[in-house]
């Protein structure tokens, strides 16, 4: 049975940092490209960034390029996603997402076929 679980979320000051992990298990990782996305208040829930499989490609939203990197160890099953500028409109819960074919910010959520259950990063001006 594929499991993600997410864990690093919080409450932090404007510019301060956060670091996200995604645990996997249940399946061979380093065949699954990972992302991250996230649903604000009252927002849908949108891409923030992915990685390929093995790590050769990363991809970021525009309104985190710069500030947040996201990298994974096969080895361990992880995937992080390092936080830095942290800004009020941030605030959001963050899941993570595990898919055999690469994600991207046009890939249709629906059609993901693995989601952890989310955690809450809260930024405070």
């Known amino acids: 049975q594929v499991q993600l679980v997410e864990s690093g979320g919080g409450l932090v000051q404007a510019g301060g940092s956060l670091r996200l992990s995604c645990a996997a298990s249940?399946?061979?990782?380093?065949?699954?490209?990972v992302g991250w996305f996230r649903q604000g208040p009252g927002k849908e829930r949108a891409f923030v960034a992915s990685i390929s499989r093995l790590a050769v490609s990363t991809y970021y939203v525009d309104s985190v390029k710069g500030r947040f990197t996201i990298s994974r160890d096969n080895a361990k099953n992880m995937v992080y996603l390092q936080m830095n500028s942290l800004k009020p409109e941030d605030t959001a819960v963050y899941y993570c997402?595990?898919?055999?074919?690469?994600?991207?910010?046009?890939?249709?959520?629906?059609?993901?076929?693995?989601w952890g259950q989310g955690t809450q990063v809260s930024v405070s001006s």
């Open positions: 997402a595990a898919d055999p074919r690469p994600i991207y910010a046009t890939t249709a959520l629906t059609t993901i076929d693995y």
């Open positions: 249940g399946y061979t990782f380093s065949n699954y490209a």
